[in-house]
């Protein structure tokens, strides 16, 4: 008799577990196809270190003061810095090792000129790993806002450029 | 190919019956690079012999040529699944060694993180769990509601793994708008997927076959190898850091601590479901009471803290993570040392292998949530 009982028992609780699989079979997808549809980043996604550029004249904002340089643990930050005749200094080369960042954060909180911020872009993969030493020129975001989602669901346009020169 | 027991000579040598047999390094259902020696006598163990180290990155090497608020990041990669936590645990140290007052609303917001955290851990635990014990559905499931927890981190400080958002001194920043209200859809959300795990796993009759009196554990045991969190509890220990000895805001709410009696598998599965539910009821109390102001306090840019040494633990998804750090009054912590609750646990595993079969191996040390980042270290 017990042994009849565990038969049931035990089958029921099988019938019971098919019963969520069925209920979520039911349940629309979560997952979506990627390349034909893109991933909108949440607001604030940190996806590598970029260059805050100025939105008239399109050059960085940067002073090559070298504050996120010490505060990176790795070390993987580099610039080349000149001065010009207002005694203004600003970055000649910015190099960023972006095979060995960790996308910490900590060198946009060094920053004193919000000279820096993370770009949401975060298609980074490259066939050679010398491409992910970015430069200058690579490191600039971009003067047009860009498309981020927020947690309600909305895609807004939020500006990335911007910032007095230091 | 030369046999294992040459590279590694057994003690006392092998019996007429018994044989040699390798799990891991990369064995998928070891949770990472974990190789088992085992001496099976036919399909029963007779020796576990856990050998650890192939994911060993230097972290407390690496910590004491970084300045204190660089170590942040790196703590993440310890127990990558509850990164959180790791963060917690370190800050907290610092913050003790500088005599530091954290705002209100930092502590209460750690709370809030750190349970968030837990729960999305003990979903990457359920859903492997399962998959250890045969059952692929429940990983597919868990990992969906997981993903929910990983949108409100990602808004919250822009990565889904390695945050980074704890600092000495408080927390990087505010919750972003709309965090409160996702929250609280997942609370209401989650409940009724709780209960459909429930009916899909935990529930089910074969599985309570594989894990009922396995791997058993007494209460006296577990404390004599320095067990902590479900572990613990699974073998009827009443002992929880956040209730025993609070850190953060934890003293100010209210927290249900599910306890088991067996000490088996199946009891320390039914902990870390049951805290789920526990972490649940915890982060609407949070939400209910969250104070307006700061969430860091000031701190100088380069950070020295007095010469002195301190301990500081916190209750992880997994145990007690604890973090001993000297200081010599420079600018690097002089030595970091981790307690990592996984490393500990391990030390369980021949105690809880011996005389069960292969396949419940794996129910063990599923049942004991490893992570081999933290175990290596």
């Not at chain 1, 610039?79 to 095979?99: H, I």
């Not at chain 2, 993440?76 to 954290?102: I, P």
Request: hydrophobic share 40%; net charge negative; proline share 7%.
């Amino acid at each position: 008799m017990r042994s009849l009982i565990d038969i049931v028992t035990g089958f029921w609780s099988f019938v019971v577990g098919l019963g969520v699989t069925l209920l979520n079979a039911l349940r629309r997808p979560v997952t979506f196809q990627y390349p034909e549809r893109y991933y909108v980043p949440l607001e604030g996604f940190r996806g590598y270190p970029a260059l805050v550029v100025d939105p008239d004249s399109g050059e960085v904002i940067c002073t090559g003061c070298q504050a996120c340089a010490r505060a990176c643990p790795l070390g993987v930050i580099s610039m080349e810095v000149a001065q010009r005749e207002d005694k203004k200094r600003y970055p000649t080369e910015w190099r960023l090792d972006f095979g060995r960042c960790m996308v910490c954060n900590l060198c946009v909180e060094a920053c004193p000129f919000d000279a820096l911020r993370m770009s949401p872009d975060y298609e980074v993969a490259e066939y050679r790993p010398e491409d992910l030493l970015y430069d200058l020129e690579h490191l600039k975001l971009p003067r047009e806002p860009i498309a981020v989602s927020r947690l309600d669901g909305t895609t807004v346009k939020v500006s990335f450029a911007g910032g007095e020169r230091g | 190919m030369t046999a294992i027991s040459e590279v590694r000579p057994v003690p006392g040598g092998l019996g007429e019956h018994e044989l040699l047999v390798n799990m891991g390094p990369q064995h998928p259902s070891t949770h990472g690079v974990l190789r088992v020696i085992l001496r099976v006598d036919g399909e029963r163990i007779v020796e576990a012999r856990p050998d650890v180290g192939f994911l060993h990155r230097c972290f407390e090497k690496v910590s004491e040529g970084w300045t204190y608020p660089q170590v942040v990041p790196l703590t993440d990669r310890n127990d990558y699944v509850s990164a959180m936590t790791n963060e917690l645990a370190y800050v907290l140290a610092v913050e003790k060694l500088l005599g530091l007052e954290v705002p209100e609303k930092a502590q209460h917001l750690r709370v809030l993180i750190a349970e968030l955290q837990r729960v999305a851990s003990h979903l990457v635990w359920f859903g492997t769990f399962a998959l250890d014990l045969g059952a692929t559905t429940p990983f597919l499931y868990a990992i969906r509601e997981r993903e929910h927890i990983l949108d409100l981190f990602e808004a919250l400080c822009g990565a889904r793994l390695t945050y980074s958002y704890m600092r000495i001194g408080g927390v990087r920043n505010d919750l972003p708008p709309g965090f409160d209200r996702r929250t609280r859809e997942f609370l209401k959300l989650m409940p009724s997927r709780l209960r459909e795990y429930e009916n899909l796993f935990m529930k089910n009759r074969i599985y309570e076959l594989r894990s009922r009196g396995i791997g058993r554990v007494s209460a006296e045991e577990a404390v004599a190898y320095g067990a902590s969190g479900p572990t613990l509890r699974g073998s009827g220990v009443d002992w929880d850091l956040r209730r025993d000895e609070p850190y953060a805001a934890y003293d100010r709410y209210r927290l249900r601590v599910p306890l088991g009696r067996n000490g088996d598998v199946y009891d320390r599965a039914y902990c870390r479901f049951e805290e789920m539910r526990a972490s649940l009821d915890l982060i609407e109390q949070v939400l209910e009471s969250l104070p307006e102001g700061e969430v860091r306090a000031k701190v100088p840019r380069v950070i020295k803290p007095p010469p002195g040494e301190v301990y500081s633990r916190v209750e992880s998804p997994r145990g007690e993570v604890g973090v001993y750090l000297v200081s010599d009054g420079g600018p690097n912590p002089y030595r970091v040392k981790w307690r990592a609750p996984s490393f500990v646990h391990l030390q369980l595993l021949p105690l809880m292998a011996k005389g069960h079969v292969i396949a419940d191996m794996v129910a063990i040390i599923g049942s004991i949530d490893i992570i081999l980042g933290e175990v290596d270290r």
